[in-house]
């Protein structure tokens, strides 16, 4: 059984910075893509960043050159470091392959 575990969330003011971290068990990490999620209060989930079995990394415009998705195999852990954050990032984030889903990480980003 996949489990999937976020951490990394937290209150942020804007310009700031955060770096969000899955902790991913029961999978064969490195033969999946791996995504960033998020979901805002009355939002549908959206993908925000994925990176594929092969390390190709791809954003949402609304992230891109702001957000860097990484991943460490040996550790079966993917990250999202997250700068010049602004208050429409906030939301719940999640990672996932598609299939599995963790109980997210909430990101608030207020003055």
């Known amino acids: 059984q996949v489990q999937l575990v976020e951490s990394g969330g937290g209150l942020v003011q804007p310009g700031g910075s955060l770096t969000l971290s899955c902790a991913v068990s029961?999978?064969?990490?490195?033969?999946?893509?791996w995504g960033w999620y998020r979901q805002a209060p009355g939002k549908q989930r959206e993908l925000v960043a994925q990176i594929t079995r092969v390390g190709t990394t791809t954003y949402v415009p609304s992230v891109k050159g702001r957000f860097t998705i990484s991943r460490d195999i040996a550790k079966n852990t993917v990250y999202l470091q997250m700068n010049s954050l602004k208050p429409e990032d906030t939301a719940v984030y999640y990672c996932s392959e598609g299939h599995s889903w963790g109980q997210g990480t909430q990101v608030t980003v207020s003055a």
């Open positions: 029961g999978s064969i990490f490195s033969i999946y893509s």
